[in-house]
């Protein structure tokens, strides 16, 4: 079975410092892994997204995530944060049995000016 | 494009009660996925239809059902409502179905059960 672990449930940076939120997965096959943010009272914005090919993936707003396979790791960053990218950021993996998504429990970032 | 829409946004019920949500997927997209969100559970897969066909089901009493319709849009009923089955309820939609799948979600709709 897939799962993935989100460490630190809360990350604070100031604005203009990088940001890295960590995604750690587990998986008996080949994984899908999915990055996603939750602004309040909203629902979930694709962030980006890692199937195959090329192991850094790109995506909105400036973030980006590298799939280390050896390190069974998909770490979310972005070089400088801004006080908009505060919110709560969800890692997941999709199921090898029923493709569903599953979850991480989120990292909730803060932007300090 | 149109987003994923889910109607209505929020709901307030008594325990007892049943309750019908509905969610309109991004045009051309056949797979429509219910997720659930607590505080205490965490995001949590109800199930999937494509095709107007249940693909998959997640871990939930009975009391939770959905439906397709043959324009894909998709209906999910809680009934016997309990004060545990307030959350947020999250509609997601993609292309086709499978494992590579990318979702993409509406808004959701806030329920809470007094």
């Known amino acids: 079975a897939q799962s993935v672990t989100q460490l630190g449930s809360h990350v604070s940076v100031s604005e203009g410092a990088l940001v890295l939120l960590r995604c750690n997965y587990s998986?008996?096959?080949?994984?899908?892994l999915f990055w996603y943010v939750q602004y309040p009272n909203q629902g979930l914005q694709l962030l980006l997204k890692y199937t195959t090919g090329a192991t850094l993936v790109k995506g909105i707003n400036g973030f980006e995530a590298e799939f280390k396979k050896s390190e069974t790791s998909f770490h979310l960053t972005k070089p400088s944060a801004h006080m908009s990218d505060a919110a709560e950021y969800f890692c997941a993996v999709s199921d090898q049995g029923t493709d569903k998504l599953i979850f991480g429990t989120g990292t909730r970032l803060q932007v300090f000016p | 494009k149109a987003g994923v829409t889910q109607t209505p946004r929020y709901l307030i019920k008594t325990r007892g009660q049943q309750v019908t949500l509905s969610c309109s997927p991004i045009?051309?997209?056949?797979?429509v996925s219910w997720y659930q969100q607590t505080p205490g559970q965490g995001l949590q897969f109800l199930f999937e239809?494509?095709?107007?066909?249940?693909?998959n089901k997640g871990n939930f009493p009975g009391r939770f059902s959905g439906r397709q319709f043959s324009n894909s849009r998709s209906e999910m009923n809680v009934s016997t409502l309990e004060l545990g089955d307030s959350a947020l309820y999250l509609c997601?939609?993609?292309?086709?179905?499978?494992?590579?799948?990318?979702?993409?979600f509406g808004p959701g709709t806030r329920l809470l059960v007094l």
């Open positions: 239809y494509f095709s107007e066909t249940q693909r």
């Open positions: 045009s051309g997209h056949r797979s």
């Open positions: 998986s008996s096959v080949p994984p899908y």
């Open positions: 997601a939609s993609s292309l086709a179905s499978g494992r590579r799948k990318t979702q993409y």
